[in-house]
């Protein structure tokens, strides 16, 4: 959508994202790494807040329903950087997951009341104005949760009462229905997202020990064989880059779901990182020949071959027969890097990993996945 296209509700929130993502990386938040925006508010939504907003003006007064709208953008903005760009802690998240929970329980009893009773609804709100408080008490100031409980505090029993009896508030009794219905929809979609990614950030803090790990024993491993003293072959501080770590962790998540079994996908992703830390070592301590860094050359080569067939374009279909053919090249010079100077376990470690990614069956569910 093209900024002349956007909506003045769209555009607003667009500016408090970039506002808070300044204020991030200021503080160092992130590494000062690219932190992005998105557009949160679709046109059929802005259009419903802007009836929400007429209601509020028709049942208080201009003034207040500027403010209640305008603040409830920015803190919708506000936690939307934090959930797209992944800046949650564990507490933070659990926190949002609690909210996300509540105010589906809010939309759900404003979709289903039949009666002029509203004390449910307004239980339901007190709940849902409970976890914001606590959500956005982690991490911004007191003037933000004040904010929060300002919009929530509008909202009150009699207010809930007028807006779904009144025929004055028909509009922006639709609209809300409206909104409450997307509330409901999208509830399944990002609970299922955060669950997916909470698993996926387990899975990189345990491949990133367990490398750290690997590497130091590789190298503890070779000075010792070289009779070398403690310390004095220095691993690179960073064995894996986070683009690596990425693919590692999407890799061992193919494994787990193609075997269905997680204790293959670390075994598999711990051969893969055993190797490549002796690999280093090897290659620190200057052991390999011209021959062997020729060979060295040649994987490189195929390997970024193999990883572009791998990720591939998207919706093309995957050339199995070109990826097995890789598997093949890489297997045979890994293997005459490793011939010299690693016994016969190492190799055995390389040619099982290859064996279990040239299976049949894997080559079936990866071309499916």
Do not use: W
């Not at 808070?20 to 802005?46: E, F, M, P, Y």
């Not at 501080?237 to 075997?259: K, P, Y």
């Amino acid at each position: 959508m093209g900024h002349k296209a956007l909506t003045a509700l769209q555009t607003a929130t667009l500016t408090v994202q970039s506002k808070v993502i300044q204020k991030l990386l200021q503080k160092g938040v992130n590494n000062n790494a690219a932190l992005s925006r998105c557009n949160i508010i679709s046109k059929d939504s802005a259009d419903n807040i802007n009836h929400i907003h007429n209601f509020i003006a028709l049942q208080s007064s201009q003034e207040n329903a500027k403010k209640i709208i305008d603040d409830g953008i920015k803190i919708i903005s506000k936690l939307s950087v934090l959930y797209f760009n992944d800046l949650f802690t564990e507490s933070e998240e659990e926190i949002f997951v609690a909210m996300v929970d509540a105010e589906r329980d809010l939309a759900e009893c404003f979709l289903t009341i039949t009666t002029d009773d509203v004390t449910p609804l307004v239980q339901k709100m007190a709940q849902f104005q409970e976890k914001v408080a606590a959500l956005l008490g982690e991490r911004f100031s007191q003037k933000t949760v004040s904010r929060a409980q300002g919009v929530c505090d509008y909202f009150s029993e009699d207010v809930f009462r007028f807006l779904l009896t009144e025929a004055s508030a028909e509009e922006a009794r639709e609209a809300a229905k409206g909104i409450m219905g997307d509330i409901t929809r999208n509830h399944s979609i990002v609970v299922e997202f955060l669950a997916e990614r909470s698993s996926k950030n387990r899975r990189m803090k345990k491949l990133k020990k367990m490398s750290s790990k690997v590497q130091a024993a590789a190298f503890a491993s070779l000075e010792k064989e070289l009779e070398e003293k403690p310390g004095s072959l220095r691993p690179s501080s960073e064995m894996i880059t986070e683009e690596g770590m990425v693919i590692l962790s999407g890799i061992q998540r193919f494994i787990e779901l193609e075997s269905k079994d997680e204790r293959k996908g670390e075994e598999l992703i711990c051969s893969i990182v055993t190797i490549m830390a002796k690999v280093e070592a090897a290659y620190k301590a200057e052991r390999f020949t011209d021959a062997d860094q020729e060979e060295l050359v040649f994987l490189i080569s195929v390997a970024r071959s193999l990883l572009e067939i791998y990720t591939g374009q998207p919706g093309e279909p995957t050339d199995i027969s070109k990826l097995e053919e890789h598997y093949e090249h890489a297997e045979e010079h890994l293997c005459n890097i490793l011939r010299s100077h690693f016994d016969g376990d190492t190799l055995a470690r390389v040619k099982s990993l290859f064996y279990y990614f040239k299976k049949p069956d894997v080559n079936m569910f990866f071309s499916r996945s």
